[in-house]
């Protein structure tokens, strides 16, 4: 019988991503590029109270060391990230913690192990005057990219209820194994 | 079926590298940049890469720009085990290297690592010559370090042991266009 040694030389998972955001393999990746072909940048939330989240998938079982977020040049008021599972129900989240820390990405500790499967992330924020590092989006791209949004979300509820994603930005944010970026 | 790397894996790689990020910001990105406008002499950029089955590396490689000036030194590091993700003990390096010929992908043999199961790895390069140019990409430095990237300055030769940080990684513009091959050089 082939031992545990062979059968890990055999395999081809690809190492999950040290962080994820819609931009990594493990989510949109390069089709980014149709939801915006531009750089990021400092944009407002426009969606007080509100979530916008990604899909993103595990080849492998992880274990994440936070939940980061790249602020933009505005700080203010409370933020939320949480994970959610294909069904939408949540399975670990920051809870509302304080924005800070301008043109910075912010890494919440917590510690979580996923297994391999989909997972959405979920950014939800209790002002319009926090800004992030954002692309520009337009709806129906970012709805055919599985784009989330929920209108009265903060901080992250138990359940996410999914809504026609209307949000003219999508921030930078995501899983981290990483204590700092 | 016995799996095998691709033969070549760069720092923009979609799948193994951070290419998603790059081409979804800036299509594809490339262009010969000096290295003073790409955190100056001396400083390293560290890219992770992930090795999606065990295998050989054989050499390193990176993509001259217009103008040759200085040496290069180009590695391979191990990812520490404290929970940080950031680099750790150099793997392998090419060691001060004069640059070579203007617009080609230049190659130096390295003593093989030996991958044994699928991992990340960072892949990092150094120029200690401001006028020097290589192929490089520009996405802003925040959004780089979302990227997983990593800087270090006073890094040529590069270091036994890294002590890269997010915070050193000072520029908009970055190397991409170097890497590891499991093969020899054609």
């Given at each position: ?7 890990k030389?055999?395999?081809?998972l690809i190492?999950t ?12 990746g ?5 939801i ?7 944009s407002?939330f426009?969606l007080?109270n509100?979530?916008?989240g ?13 939940l980061?977020?790249?602020?933009g040049?505005t700080?203010?008021g409370?933020?939320?990230i ?10 670990v ?7 800070a ?12 192990t996923?297994n391999?499967?989909?997972y959405?992330?979920v ?8 800004t ?16 989330v949004q ?5 901080p ?5 209820v ?12 995501g ?5 700092a970026? | ?6 033969p070549?894996?760069?720092g923009?790689?979609?799948r ?10 800036q ?19 560290f890219?992770?890469i ?6 050989v ?6 993509r ?8 290069i ?6 990812v ?11 793997l ?7 640059q070579?010929t203007?617009n ?5 043999d390295?003593?093989?690592?030996n ?8 892949v ?7 006028t020097a ?8 430095t ?5 990227m997983d990237?990593?800087g270090?300055?006073s890094a040529?030769?590069?270091p036994?042991t ?9 520029s ?7 890497g590891?091959s499991f093969r020899p050089a054609v």
């Amino acid at each position: 019988m082939p031992s545990l040694t062979h059968y890990k030389k055999q395999s081809r998972l690809i190492p999950t991503s040290f962080t994820i955001s819609a931009y990594a393999y493990e989510s949109i990746g390069a089709m980014g590029r149709d939801i915006s072909g531009t750089n990021p940048g400092s944009s407002a939330f426009s969606l007080a109270n509100g979530a916008v989240g990604f899909m993103f998938t595990l080849e492998q079982r992880t274990k994440f060391s936070g939940l980061a977020v790249a602020n933009g040049a505005t700080v203010s008021g409370n933020i939320s990230i949480a994970i959610y599972d294909e069904n939408f129900k949540r399975i670990v989240t920051t809870g509302a913690v304080a924005q800070a820390g301008a043109n910075t990405n912010q890494v919440i500790a917590l510690a979580f192990t996923l297994n391999p499967g989909l997972y959405y992330c979920v950014l939800s924020v209790d002002n319009t005057t926090s800004t992030f590092l954002s692309k520009a989006v337009t709806n129906a791209s970012a709805q055919s990219h599985g784009l989330v949004q929920m209108s009265a979300a903060h901080p992250a509820p138990a359940t996410f209820v999914n809504e026609k994603y209307t949000v003219t930005t999508f921030p930078t944010f995501g899983p981290t194994q990483k204590t700092a970026l | 079926m016995r799996y095998r790397p691709e033969p070549m894996i760069s720092g923009k790689s979609i799948r193994l590298g951070i290419g998603g990020a790059l081409i979804s910001s800036q299509g594809i990105p490339t262009t010969s940049v000096a290295v003073s406008s790409a955190g100056g002499a001396n400083r390293a950029t560290f890219i992770p890469i992930k090795i999606p089955c065990a295998g050989v590396i054989k050499q390193v490689w990176w993509r001259n720009g217009a103008t040759i000036a200085g040496n290069i030194d180009c590695g391979v590091y191990d990812v520490l085990t404290d929970g940080s993700k950031l680099p750790g003990a150099r793997l392998g390096s090419s060691g001060s290297t004069p640059q070579g010929t203007a617009n080609e992908i230049q190659y130096a043999d390295i003593t093989d690592i030996n991958i044994k199961f699928p991992k990340t790895v960072y892949v990092a390069i150094v120029s200690n010559s401001n006028t020097a140019t290589l192929f490089s990409s520009f996405m802003g430095t925040q959004y780089a370090k979302f990227m997983d990237i990593v800087g270090q300055a006073s890094a040529f030769p590069l270091p036994s042991t890294a002590a890269a940080t997010a915070a050193a990684l000072t520029s908009s513009s970055f190397f991409t266009d170097f890497g590891v091959s499991f093969r020899p050089a054609v």
